[in-house]
Structures are given as structure tokens and as C-alpha cells.
């Protein structure tokens, strides 16, 4: 939308010779910017700043950080599709070392269910415990101390963050503020560079937003107080 404003203005108050000028230079950064493998160089600092998780890391629990639900034309809930994939890589690994799996979302209104405890409906697992109460990612990382002491850990035990690879960075700073010792997930952004990563893709801006609202949110939480730089 910055762009087509942009354009818009151009075509208002600009002679015809600067609007061609313009427009050549929009097309070149529009053009860059709907290569995948310039996108991907922009998501490399979003997943790839922390510590990562390895199998060879004592872990004492799993967090999951859900990502929103929807409600069907018959008024029942359902989780995302984000919020699925998190569960169930959260679930496999809880299940695979043994260890609690804490889910992390609540409500975005009085109307709606808590988003933990509706992907919990898609989950078979004994050790889960569900945090009911955090609407963002800040009051998850505030709320999680009086979860743990439920089960008997603390802020120096080692936990497995598992959100996004965008949300990566700025989850696992809001949690280290708080001082626990948070590993991320390793996703593997660029696992390989093929051809296709040079060809223009509608989905490359689509991947650009969320990179860009991820920048904006790290740079809000850090105006907040609540991602310390220092």
C-alpha cells in the first residue's frame, strides 16, 4: 500500500518526465523486492539470532505460542492453521523427551474462548497445561514464572520456544528479558538456493508484511521496555 500511494501522489503533483523517472525506480524495487531470495535474506535476522535448539540440550518444558483462532458460520471456534502447527511440533517433542508442554494464548475479546485452550482440543497429551490468560507475547513471557512453579521449575531451567520462524527474535527477547534461558526452534529458512528463489513470486509480499510488522513489533517492544538492547 506504501507503494501505491506513493504512485498515486507521483501521478498528482509530478511532471510527466519525473513520473517516468518514478515509476522506473518503483519497478526495479518492486521487481527486487517479489524475488524470494531477497525475502529470505530479510527473514535470516528474524529466525536466526538466538540460541537454537539442539537434541542435545536439557530442556525441562516446551512453550508454544498460539496464533489465532476463527469461528465457523455454525459459531464454533477453530484454531489457525499457525497455531495447529505449533501445537503439534510442541506436542511431538514434549512427548519425545518427556517434559510438560505449557500453551500460551488467551482471549482477543470477552466473545471468543481462550486460543490455548481451543488447539488443546486437538491434542492428546498428559503433560500439557494450558496459560489461558496471555493476549500478546510480553504477558505470556510475565505469566509463565507462576505457571512453572506449578510444576516445580524456574527461570534457570532451559525451555524450547516454539512460535514462528518471523516471531523467533523478538518472542525469545521478550522471554530472555525476563531472564529464562530460551531456545528457539530451528527453522531452516534457506535450506537450498534454486532457481526459482530468482523468479518473481506474488507470495514474496505477503512474506514482506509479516517480516515488516515483526521489525515494527521488535522495535515497539523495545520502546515499551519490554526487549532490553543493552
Request: glycine residues 4%; charged residues 15%; aromatic residues 14%.
Amino acid at each position: 500500500m506504501p507503494f501505491i500511494w506513493f504512485m498515486f501522489f507521483i501521478i498528482l503533483f509530478s511532471s510527466k518526465v519525473k513520473i517516468y523517472s518514478y515509476f522506473k525506480y518503483l519497478l526495479m524495487l518492486l521487481f527486487l523486492l517479489s524475488l524470494p531470495i531477497f525475502i529470505h535474506l530479510i527473514e535470516i535476522p528474524l529466525n536466526n539470532s538466538l540460541n537454537k535448539f539442539s537434541n542435545k540440550d536439557n530442556i525441562s518444558a516446551v512453550i508454544v505460542l498460539t496464533a489465532g483462532s476463527y469461528k465457523d458460520v455454525n459459531n464454533n471456534w477453530h484454531p489457525s492453521s499457525k497455531s495447529i502447527k505449533r501445537a503439534a511440533l510442541g506436542d511431538k517433542i514434549s512427548k519425545e523427551l518427556n517434559i510438560p508442554l505449557i500453551i500460551s494464548g488467551g482471549n482477543k475479546s470477552k466473545s471468543m474462548p481462550a486460543e490455548s485452550l481451543i488447539v488443546s482440543r486437538l491434542i492428546k497429551n498428559n503433560m500439557i497445561i494450558l496459560d489461558t490468560e496471555s493476549s500478546n507475547t510480553y504477558e505470556s513471557a510475565i505469566n509463565l514464572e507462576a505457571i512453572l512453579k506449578t510444576i516445580n521449575l524456574n527461570k534457570n531451567n532451559n525451555y524450547l520456544l516454539i512460535t514462528s520462524n518471523l516471531h523467533n527474535l523478538r518472542s525469545a527477547l521478550t522471554f530472555k528479558a525476563q531472564n529464562y534461558n530460551i531456545k528457539t526452534y530451528n527453522y531452516k529458512v534457506l535450506e537450498d538456493i534454486g532457481y526459482y528463489k530468482f523468479i518473481p513470486s506474488a507470495k514474496s509480499f505477503m512474506i514482506l508484511n509479516h517480516c515488516l510488522y515483526e521489525y515494527y513489533g521488535i522495535i515497539k517492544y523495545i520502546f515499551l521496555g519490554y526487549i532490553n538492547i543493552i
